[in-house]
């Protein structure tokens, strides 16, 4: 590809923005990674020059702060677009600092574009979310689903952020959400992956870190819901497949003619695969110990959901290279490295 188009990646410190930075610097993209190191530290930061053997060109920084963008900007000279990662995520801690969260999330979102517009800056990915559509009256779910009432302030924040974006792109801006599903796996070298702070609450690092000893069992959610084995259902994507399609998405801004754009995409597999499907997986294919229980259901899970990623395949030509044994395998590899 050979492009020297430069690059802002927001929250590039944490698990999807470093796994991004990987596949835009494998791309030939010069990239500039902002983080405040709320929810991350470096270590994702020193994994991503292992894999290129390239410097990250890394500021700490919160996307709120106007003054820090703007100087940022200009020390960078010009910068082709910008794909904003940055966000609080999770769903149970929304519940406890809502507005914490709509500060963070939507404020971060503003001030970015704030700045962008200032500086004509035009092109901008974003980290939406399935979370977006609730529990979808029908399955698989496609981009044209309706929004349901919010399951919590973080799904909230992230509604909220796509309904001003499809505000502003009239003003000049070319916009693509991304609504991710379930991002699960590491990169296959094992130098990045996912690194929750204190007790996991999504499924898979919760299954790796009890399968290393670092919690006694896990419990799965519920084996009472309407589904085949009783467990719930979601569409797992790994996360490197989730980093190709920004890079896809990108260059799919950078070749339109359009002033003004702005699409939504789901990023899915479009397979549904169950919690205990999951579990079972894991286990034959990593030859792990994974003690479990089955426990009552968690409040707030939307019973099943899995993408219809027909948007995506078609525009982008993206398709999901690996499958969701791989990306347990290499969440796996990433575990035991954290664990040495
Ligand atoms: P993450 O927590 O690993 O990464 C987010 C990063 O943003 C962290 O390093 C954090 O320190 C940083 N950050 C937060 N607020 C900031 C601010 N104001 N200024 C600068 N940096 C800030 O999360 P992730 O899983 O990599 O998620 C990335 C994006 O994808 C988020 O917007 C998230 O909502 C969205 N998303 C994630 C999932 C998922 O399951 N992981 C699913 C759908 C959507
Ligand atoms: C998956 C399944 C659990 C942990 C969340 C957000 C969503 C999006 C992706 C950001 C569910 C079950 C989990 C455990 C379990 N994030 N589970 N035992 O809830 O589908 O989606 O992350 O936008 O907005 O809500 O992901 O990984 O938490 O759960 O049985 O210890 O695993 O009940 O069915 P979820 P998850």
Redesign the pocket.
């Known amino acids: 590809m050979g492009s020297s188009k430069k690059i802002l990646v927001t929250g590039g410190a944490g698990y999807i923005g470093a796994h991004t930075v990987v596949e835009l610097v494998n791309a030939g993209y010069e990239v500039v990674a902002i983080d405040n190191l709320v929810r991350s530290d470096l270590t994702l930061i020193t994994g991503i020059e292992k894999i290129t053997g390239k410097k990250v060109n890394f500021h700490k920084g919160d996307c709120r702060d106007k003054k820090f963008l703007t100087e940022l900007f200009r020390s960078e000279g010009p910068v082709d677009g910008v794909m904003h990662f940055a966000a609080l ?1 999770s ?1 149970g801690e929304s519940v406890q600092k809502p507005l914490e969260y709509h500060d963070n999330n939507i404020g971060s979102l503003t001030a970015l574009l704030q700045v962008m517009q200032q500086q004509g800056v035009k092109d901008f990915i974003f980290s939406s ?3 977006v559509y609730g529990q979808p009256d029908s399955i698989p779910v496609d981009e044209q689903a309706p929004f349901k009432k919010a399951e919590s302030p ?2 909230l924040t ?1 509604q909220i952020c796509e309904l001003i974006l499809e505000d502003v792109y009239k003003t000049g801006f070319r916009i693509i959400s991304l609504r ?1 599903f ?1 991002p699960i796996g590491a990169h296959p070298s094992a130098h990045i992956g996912e690194m929750p702070i204190g007790t996991p ?4 690092p ?1 299954i790796t870190q009890t399968a290393a000893g670092w919690r006694d069992r ?5 084996n009472d819901y309407n589904t085949p084995d009783g ?2 259902i ?1 569409d797992f994507i790994h996360v490197v497949d989730l980093a190709e399609a920004h890079v896809k998405a990108l260059s799919y801004l950078h070749n339109t003619r359009a002033h003004n754009l702005y699409e939504a995409y789901n990023v899915g597999t479009g397979n549904g695969v169950s ?1 205990l499907q999951l579990v079972n997986a894991f286990i034959k294919k990593t030859g792990a110990k994974l003690p479990f229980r089955i426990g009552p259901r ?1 409040p707030g ?1 939307v019973e099943k959901v899995f993408a219809n990623p027909t948007k995506i395949n078609r525009a982008m030509n993206w398709k999901p290279r690996y499958s969701p044994e791989d990306a347990l395998v290499h969440a796996w590899a990433w575990q035991q490295k954290l664990s040495r």
């Open positions: 995520k769903v979310s399935c979370t973080y799904g992230k991710y379930n609450n999504n499924l898979v919760f896990l419990t799965v959610f519920g467990s719930c979601r919690v968690r899970d």
